[in-house]
C-alpha cells in the first residue's frame, strides 16, 4: 500500500479523537493519520485533572499517549495547532496560520470549552474555567498568591475545583443557584449529605445565589449578587457547565445546534467528516462525561474502517464525584416521580444513602453515597434494566437471610460494551488477554490493557469478568492483597502475624489461607520483612525468602557475576583501605571497579565462589548495596575544610551510618548531610536529607532521585546532634512499622502525609522517644552479614559453592 | 524441548547438600545445572540458562513448592515441566532426577 494510504486528519487531540484513533489502529494500518492539537501536550486524561489539582498526580501521571506513542504508530502530531476551517471544496482543513493539509477523511473531537458566565466583569483578571492543564496552572499558581477563592457552580465539577483549591491552602466558598449541590445527579437527601460532607471538609457554601457582577479593577476583588449582598474574594472559578466547541464545524459551514450534529454512526452533515465526543449532539443529546465518547468512538473507528457496526443509540450516563474520601455515584434516572418505585436505604449514622429507582419493576436509576462498591453491578444492571427480582433484591440492598451469591451478569454482557470508561476498555478485550495471554489477577489486566489503570471504579466488574472467564481456576488474587497468594492488604497482614504471634512466612501462608501455599516472590521477601520488623529479637530470618542479592550479600549481575561493595562511613575512606580493595580487586581479577552514585566503590564482576574470600581479604563490613537498609550516607566536606562548612557533615555523616547500618527497612534506604545550605551533597533527593545551618540542622524526608524524581519535604529543624539522631531514629522506625514493603519514602510520605509524620515523629515527644526505643531495641539485634557467612564455613559451601561431579557416572 | 532423553545418571552429592528452598549448581561434563530442594524433599536439576531473551543463571531464584521465580527477571517456572508461566513463555530444559539411599542421581 505505498503511498497509497488514505489521509485521515483529527481535530482535536483530546481523549474522544485519540481513543478513537487506538480503536481504528486495531482494526487496519490503511491510514495515513494527522492529528491537530491546540494545546502543548501530547494526548492525556483530562477527567483526571482534579487529581493534579489536588496534588496526588502529577501531569506526566496522566498523560494516555506519549510523543513515542504517536511516532511508534507513525501519526503525525501538531500541537499548539488550531485547525480553524475544512474547506470541503479543496479536501483540504486550513489552520489559523492558514496552512493547508490534504484530507480524505475529517474526525472532529474539539470536545467542548468552560461556560463562563457574561456577567459584567467575567473578563477580568483571576477568572478562570476548569477544564485544562493551562487551567490547572492558574489555580496551582493562584493558591500560592491569594487566600480567598470562589467556586461558582456546585456541580461536579465545581465542587472537584473547590476540593483542589482547599487543598492547596484557599479558603473556598462554592456558589450555587440552586438549592441542592449536584442537582443534575444527585436527589436533595444524597445532596444534603454530600453538602454536610464536605462542609466537614473546609469548604464554605452560599447557596441559591445568583452571581450578577464580579467587582474589582484589573483584577477581580468580589461577587456581587442578585440580592445586591457581596462576597470579598481574589480569584474566582467558573465551573457552571461546558459549552461543546463548535467553532471549527460552524466555520465550515456544517449543520451545528448545541453541538455538530451527527447521525448515528457520528456522521456530520459534511461527507467523510465525522464527529465525537463532547463537542457533538446525538439525538438531540449533548454528553459531558467520559463513558459516551468511547462507545462513540469505537463505533465510529469500526463505520471508518469498513467494519459492520450497531449504530450507537446513546448513552446510559453515570457519575462519580473523584474527591477522596467523599463516595458518590448516579446513574440513570435519579429523582424520584410517581411513576418510579423508589427503594431507598438511609443511614444517618454510617452517613450512608442507597437509592434505586424502578419503572414497571425495572431498574432504571441509582444514587450512592457513603458506600458506592455496589455501583459498577447497578451501573450494569441500570444500563440492562434488568427486572428486579427477591435474589437482586436481597443481594443489593442486603437483607434477607443473607447468603445470597450475587448474579453475575458479566455472563450476558455484549463483548464491545465498555467496561473502563477512564481507558475505553472493552469485555471483549479483557476476555480476549485473559484466555489467549493467560493473564490471571487484575494487575496484569491492568498492566496489559489500561483497565482500571485511572480511578478504579471498574475493578469489581473486571474482576467479575476474570472470576467468569476463569472458573474454578480463578484465585482471590484479583482482590488487592499484597500480591496474587492473598487478598489480604499490608495492614491486615501484620496485625494478624501481631495479634496471633505468628513465627515464620509459612505460618502466615497457612494460617492467613494463601492461595500459594509457599508464597511468591512478591509475598515471601515482605513477609520475612514484616516477621522481623515485629518481632526483632525471636525472628530467625529467612535466607530462602530473600532476593538473591539479600541473600548472598552481594548484587547479582546478568551474566551471574556479583557486585561487592564495602562500606565507607559517610563517603570516607583511608589510603590503607583503598590500597586494600586494589590488592583484593587485582587478586581477584575484577572486571570493574566503579565509584557509585553514593561516594563508594563497586567491586563489579565477581564470582559467586570467590565471594567469602573476597570478603574475607577485604576484613572491611558490608555495604549493604543490596539491601532493603540503609545504604549510604552522602555527604560534603563540611566544617573540617569547607571554607563555608558550618557543621562537620562527614563526621555527622559516618556517625548516622554506624548507628543505624544493617537494620532491615520496607526499601532501600539513602541519607546526605550537608554542612551548610550550600546542599553540595544533595540532600533533596535523598529519604533523609539532612542540612546543617549556623545553629542546628534542618531535616528533610521522602526525596528520591530515582524512577520517580521527588524533591524532599521539609520536616523540622533541630538545634542539637542528639535531637537530630532521635528524630532520624523515629523517623526510620516510623517507616518500618508503617511502610509497606518494597515502598519508598517518597511514596510513604505523601500517602501518610507530611503534616501527620510530622505529629508523630516531631510534636508527640513521647511518641518520638518511644520509636526511637523500639528502633533501638531492634539494632542490637542486628550483625554483620559479611563476617557472619565467613564464620559459617558448611552454610558457606552450601550457599557460594558448587558441586563438581566426576565426568564418570 | 522435553525431558525424554535416555543418558546416565551420575551421583550428584547426597541431599542434606542442597539446603531447602535455597538452589545449588552442579556441574556435569562441563553442563552447569540448577539443583532444587523442594520443602516437600523433591529435587529438581534445570539447565542453568535462563530462559529469558537476556539469558543469565536460575540457580538463585526464589523457590516455592514447585514453582521457581528467576533471580534476574521474576519469571514463574514450573519445575515439574520447565515451562515459563504466562504471561511470560519459554521452556528450560529440566533433567531426571532420582534420590536412592539419600544419594541424588541425575542423568544427563
Redesign the interface.
Known amino acids: 500500500m505505498n503511498g497509497k494510504k488514505e489521509k485521515l486528519v483529527i481535530i482535536g487531540n483530546g481523549m474522544a479523537g485519540i481513543s478513537t484513533v487506538e480503536q481504528i489502529l486495531k482494526l487496519t494500518t490503511r491510514f495515513d493519520i494527522t492529528v491537530f492539537g491546540t494545546e502543548p501536550y501530547p494526548n492525556y486524561n483530562r477527567i483526571m485533572l482534579s487529581y493534579v489539582l489536588e496534588g496526588s498526580k502529577t501531569l506526566d501521571d496522566i498523560v494516555l499517549n506519549d510523543l513515542h506513542w504517536y511516532q511508534d504508530y507513525g501519526i503525525t502530531l501538531h500541537t499548539g495547532t488550531t485547525v480553524t476551517r475544512i474547506d470541503s471544496d479543496t479536501h483540504e482543513v486550513v489552520t489559523e496560520d492558514g496552512t493547508r493539509f490534504p484530507y480524505d477523511k475529517i474526525i472532529i473531537a474539539t470536545g467542548s470549552n468552560s461556560f463562563i458566565l457574561p456577567v459584567p466583569g467575567h473578563d477580568k483578571e483571576g477568572v478562570v474555567g476548569f477544564r485544562d492543564i493551562a487551567d490547572c496552572n492558574v489555580m496551582l499558581e493562584a493558591a500560592k498568591q491569594y487566600k480567598r477563592a470562589a467556586v461558582i457552580g456546585g456541580g461536579l465539577l465545581g465542587l472537584e475545583a473547590a476540593k483542589g483549591l482547599v487543598q492547596l491552602g484557599m479558603e473556598v466558598t462554592v456558589v450555587h443557584l440552586m438549592q441542592d449541590l449536584m442537582e443534575r445527579q444527585l436527589d436533595p437527601q444524597a445532596s444534603a449529605m454530600l453538602k454536610a460532607e464536605l462542609e466537614r471538609q473546609g469548604i464554605r457554601f452560599k447557596m441559591g445565589a445568583q452571581t450578577s457582577e464580579l467587582l474589582g479593577g484589573e483584577r477581580v476583588e468580589g461577587i456581587r449578587f442578585a440580592d445586591d449582598t457581596v462576597l470579598n474574594v481574589d480569584f474566582v472559578v467558573m465551573a457552571v457547565g461546558i459549552k461543546p466547541n463548535t467553532a471549527v464545524a460552524r466555520e465550515s459551514g456544517m449543520e451545528v445546534n448545541r453541538g455538530i450534529v451527527v447521525d448515528d454512526y457520528m456522521q456530520t452533515s459534511l461527507e467523510n467528516v465525522y464527529s465525537v465526543g463532547e463537542c457533538t449532539e446525538h439525538r438531540g443529546v449533548c454528553y459531558g462525561l467520559v463513558a459516551p465518547l468511547f462507545e462513540q468512538g469505537m463505533i465510529l473507528a469500526k463505520h471508518i474502517c469498513g467494519v459492520e457496526t450497531a449504530p450507537y443509540e446513546g448513552s446510559v450516563v453515570s457519575t462519580k464525584l473523584k474527591i477522596s474520601g467523599v463516595d458518590v455515584f448516579s446513574t440513570g434516572e435519579f429523582i424520584d416521580s410517581p411513576e418510579h418505585t423508589v427503594i431507598s436505604h438511609k443511614d444517618d449514622w454510617k452517613r450512608t444513602y442507597k437509592k434505586i429507582l424502578l419503572r414497571d419493576n425495572k431498574m432504571v436509576g441509582a444514587v450512592l453515597f457513603g458506600d458506592i462498591t455496589d455501583s459498577a453491578e447497578l451501573q450494569k444492571l441500570i444500563k440492562q434494566q434488568t427486572e428486579m427480582t427477591e435474589e437482586l433484591y436481597g443481594s443489593l440492598m442486603g437483607t434477607g437471610c443473607g447468603g445470597h451469591k450475587k448474579t453475575t451478569s458479566v455472563e450476558t454482557m455484549p463483548e464491545d460494551e465498555i467496561v473502563c470508561g477512564c481507558n475505553g476498555v472493552t469485555k471483549g478485550t479483557i476476555v480476549d488477554v485473559i484466555t489467549n495471554?493467560?493473564?490471571?489477577t487484575v494487575d496484569?489486566i491492568k498492566a496489559?490493557t489500561g483497565a482500571t489503570r485511572s480511578c478504579g471504579g471498574c475493578k469489581p466488574v473486571v474482576e467479575q469478568i476474570l472470576q467468569y472467564v476463569l472458573g474454578d481456576s480463578f484465585s482471590s488474587g484479583a482482590k488487592q492483597g499484597i500480591c496474587g497468594c492473598t487478598s489480604m492488604g499490608r495492614d491486615e497482614i501484620v496485625a494478624e502475624i501481631r495479634e496471633k504471634g505468628l513465627q515464620t512466612t509459612k505460618e502466615v501462608m497457612n494460617v492467613l489461607g494463601w492461595s500459594?501455599?509457599?508464597?511468591?516472590?512478591k509475598c515471601?521477601?515482605a513477609i520475612n520483612y514484616y516477621l522481623g520488623m515485629i518481632a526483632p529479637d525471636t525472628h530467625e530470618d529467612e535466607?530462602?525468602?530473600r532476593?538473591?542479592n539479600e541473600?548472598?550479600n552481594a548484587n547479582?549481575q546478568?551474566?551471574?557475576t556479583y557486585t561487592v561493595v564495602p562500606r565507607m562511613y559517610g563517603g570516607v575512606t583511608t589510603p590503607a583501605d583503598l590500597k586494600r580493595i586494589a590488592d583484593v580487586s587485582v587478586k581477584y581479577d575484577v572486571k570493574a571497579v566503579k565509584v557509585t552514585g553514593g561516594q563508594r566503590l563497586d567491586l563489579i564482576g565477581v564470582k559467586k565462589e570467590d565471594l567469602t574470600k573476597v570478603w574475607a581479604e577485604l576484613d572491611m563490613p558490608s555495604g549493604y548495596a543490596y539491601a532493603k537498609s540503609l545504604r549510604t550516607v552522602k555527604t560534603c566536606v563540611g566544617s573540617q575544610f569547607c571554607r563555608f562548612g558550618t557543621q562537620d557533615s562527614m563526621a555527622m555523616g559516618a556517625r548516622i551510618e554506624r548507628k543505624f547500618e544493617r537494620l532491615d527497612l520496607p526499601a532501600k534506604f539513602k541519607y546526605a548531610v550537608n554542612g551548610c545550605p550550600r546542599n553540595c551533597a544533595e540532600a533533596c533527593t535523598k529519604d533523609i536529607g539532612i542540612v546543617g545551618n549556623d545553629g542546628g540542622w534542618e531535616i528533610f524526608i521522602g526525596g528520591n532521585g530515582g524512577i520517580k524524581a521527588r524533591l524532599a519535604d521539609s520536616l523540622c529543624k533541630v538545634k542539637t546532634d542528639e535531637e537530630l539522631i532521635e528524630l532520624c531514629g523515629a523517623i526510620m522506625q516510623y517507616y518500618r512499622e508503617t511502610g509497606n514493603y518494597l515502598e519508598r519514602t517518597s511514596e510513604w510520605v505523601e500517602r501518610m502525609g507530611l503534616e501527620h509524620i510530622r505529629s508523630v515523629v516531631v510534636d508527640n515527644l513521647e511518641e518520638r522517644k518511644a520509636l526511637m526505643q523500639r528502633i533501638e531495641f531492634a539494632l542490637e539485634h542486628v550483625e554483620e552479614p559479611w563476617q557472619k557467612a565467613i564464620r559459617n564455613e558448611e552454610?558457606q559451601s552450601?550457599?557460594f559453592h558448587?558441586?563438581?561431579?566426576s565426568?564418570r557416572? | 524441548m522435553t525431558t525424554k532423553q535416555s543418558g546416565t545418571y551420575f551421583p550428584a552429592g547426597v541431599v542434606e547438600e542442597f539446603l531447602p528452598r535455597i538452589g545449588r549448581v552442579v556441574e556435569i561434563k562441563d553442563q552447569q545445572l540448577a539443583v532444587f530442594r523442594a520443602s516437600d524433599g523433591t529435587i529438581f536439576a534445570a539447565d542453568n540458562h535462563n530462559p529469558h531473551p537476556k539469558g543469565g543463571p536460575l540457580a538463585e531464584g526464589i523457590v516455592s513448592g514447585h514453582y521457581l521465580y528467576d533471580p534476574l527477571y521474576d519469571w514463574k517456572i514450573d519445575l515439574t515441566t520447565g515451562l515459563v508461566q504466562a504471561p511470560d513463555n519459554g521452556q528450560v530444559q529440566m533433567y531426571p532426577v532420582k534420590v536412592e539411599n539419600g544419594q541424588v542421581w541425575i542423568e544427563i
Open positions: 495471554q493467560g493473564l490471571t496484569e496489559c500459594q501455599p509457599e508464597g511468591c516472590s515471601r521477601p535466607k530462602e525468602s532476593f538473591v541473600r548472598m547479582i546478568k551474566d551471574g552454610g552450601k550457599m558448587g558441586i563438581e561431579v565426568a557416572p
